[in-house]
């Protein structure tokens, strides 16, 4: 059974930085795709960023993309989010997510297993 395990969130000022972890395990994971979501209070849980296990390709969102970078340690089996130039509506709980398979899915039913959530919270 997959094990998704998020930490590192907390409360920064907006224009700071967080970085999130995911540990993973239960499965070998290198045809896996690992996946971050968020969901903000009264709003769907949306896409954030992915990464492939074996290739290290990525995909990220439009309102993410040069602010946040996805990335994995094979050895240790964990996924991270750096998360910089934070601001206000980057405010959610962060979920990790993974997939059994290669590709850079970005739908939240494309992904079978899922942590139980960190809050990152952006104070303006």
């Known amino acids: 059974q997959v094990q998704l395990v998020e930490s590192g969130g907390g409360l920064v000022q907006a224009g700071g930085s967080l970085r999130l972890s995911c540990a993973a395990s239960?499965?070998?994971?290198?045809?896996?795709?690992m996946a971050w979501f968020r969901q903000a209070p009264g709003k769907e849980r949306e896409f954030v960023a992915a990464?492939?296990?074996?290739?290290?390709?990525?995909y990220y969102a439009g309102s993410v993309k040069g602010r946040f970078t996805i990335s994995r340690d094979n050895a240790k089996n964990t996924v991270y989010l750096q998360m910089n130039s934070l601001k206000p509506e980057d405010t959610a709980v962060y979920y990790c997510?993974?997939?059994?398979?290669?590709?850079?899915?970005?739908?939240?039913?494309?992904?079978?297993?899922w942590g139980q959530g960190t809050q990152v919270t952006v104070s303006s």
């Open positions: 997510a993974a997939t059994g398979e290669p590709f850079l899915y970005s739908r939240r039913n494309e992904y079978d297993y």
């Open positions: 239960g499965r070998t994971f290198s045809r896996y795709t």
């Open positions: 990464i492939t296990w074996s290739t290290g390709s990525t």
